[in-house]
């Protein structure tokens, strides 16, 4: 395929027109693309995840996504908001990149009409494709945008009870296999210089507050901000602790000043040969309308292979 002088392949995809009816006003609709806590709960196809983002919603602002996939990769979409008509009409451009490499850039014009009680919303897109190899990538947008306007749904329809006291409940089980042996795992998951090294959110977080007592009745904690400018913090209180077989804890994440969640952590560490198998069990309640997503248990095995990696694998 060839690419034409201004860096655009010469065959582009036809533009693409995707409607939905929502049972809300849209004036609440409109909103839910306003504000980076809501992008991150649905800003994404399905079974990816938005772990950051930077919504400056103004015309000229920066819309900036990042969408983790199910395997971990992350996919930043930069652009800025060029027409903001609350609740009429929204129109922002973005751009997808691997490090220096532009893939392809989209203009996207969405417009919100009252039906009966309702909203129709429409999503215009079109594109320039700068890497030939990423065209069925964007043929692949219709699926996209469908699973991706399903989340916002789910996302609108909290937003309509975000007034309302409500729990979810939720419950996953992870492993990793480690060639270090359990005395040494339990110290990287006990010892603070030892987790230091692995336990925290990565490029683009700041740690600003840490602390740390592993013991029956013992306190942990990690306050932290990222690239975007939210604070989350992680506050746990340990219960049982068998040195070099388990540990369990309960713990509050808060991000900013809102508690999000409540969970009760149990990891077990098994000797397997010369290694250790860890097995990480966690029950958790999501609070008033927070929608984690399965973004808690990928985040967790985020965790668990930077753990591996303290431990040279």
């Given amino acids: 395929m060839a690419q034409t002088d201004d860096g655009t392949t010469g065959v582009q ?67 800025e908001y060029i027409e903001i008509v609350p609740p009429e009409r929204l129109v922002f451009t973005s751009g997808v990149a691997i490090g220096d490499s532009l893939k392809f850039t989209a203009r996207t014009t969405v417009t919100f009409e009252e039906d009966g009680v309702g909203t129709r919303m429409t999503v215009h897109q079109q594109y320039d494709v700068h890497d030939a190899s990423f065209l069925s990538a964007v043929e692949g947008a219709p699926e996209g945008w469908r699973t991706t306007l399903d989340k916002l749904e789910r996302e609108v329809a909290r937003m309509r009870t975000a007034g309302s006291r409500a729990v979810v409940h939720d419950t996953f089980s992870l492993e990793r296999a480690y060639r270090a042996s359990p005395a040494e795992v339990f110290r990287a998951l006990s010892d ?40 989350s913090s992680f506050e746990a209180t340990y219960f049982d602790v068998v040195p070099n077989e388990r540990l369990v804890y309960a713990y509050e994440m808060r991000m900013d000043e809102r508690k999000i969640s409540v969970s009760l952590a149990t990891l077990e560490l098994r000797a397997e040969g010369s290694g250790t198998r860890l097995v990480v069990t966690e029950q958790g309640a999501f609070l008033d309308g927070y929608e984690d997503a399965g973004s808690r248990e990928q985040g967790t095995g985020f965790l668990l292979d930077r753990l591996g990696a303290s431990l040279g694998g």
Avoid at 21 to 38: D, G, I, K, M, N
Avoid at 194 to 216: C, H, I, Q, S, Y
Avoid at 217 to 223: H, Q
Wanted: glycine share 12%; aromatic share 12%.
């Fill in 13 to 79: 995809p036809v533009p693409l027109v995707i409607p939905r009816t929502f049972a809300a006003p849209r004036a609440l609709v409109f909103s839910a693309w306003s504000t980076a806590e809501h992008m991150q709960r649905w800003f994404s196809p399905e079974g990816f995840t938005v772990p950051e983002a930077e919504i400056d919603f103004r015309p000229g602002g920066v819309c900036a996504i990042c969408m983790r996939s199910p395997a971990g990769q992350d996919f930043w979409s930069r652009g």
């Fill in 192 to 231: 603070r210089t030892a987790k230091e090294r692995w336990f925290g959110g990565g490029d683009g977080f700041t740690v600003l507050e840490r602390e740390m007592d592993v013991r029956p009745g013992g306190r942990e904690r990690l306050k932290g901000r990222w690239a975007n400018g939210r604070v």
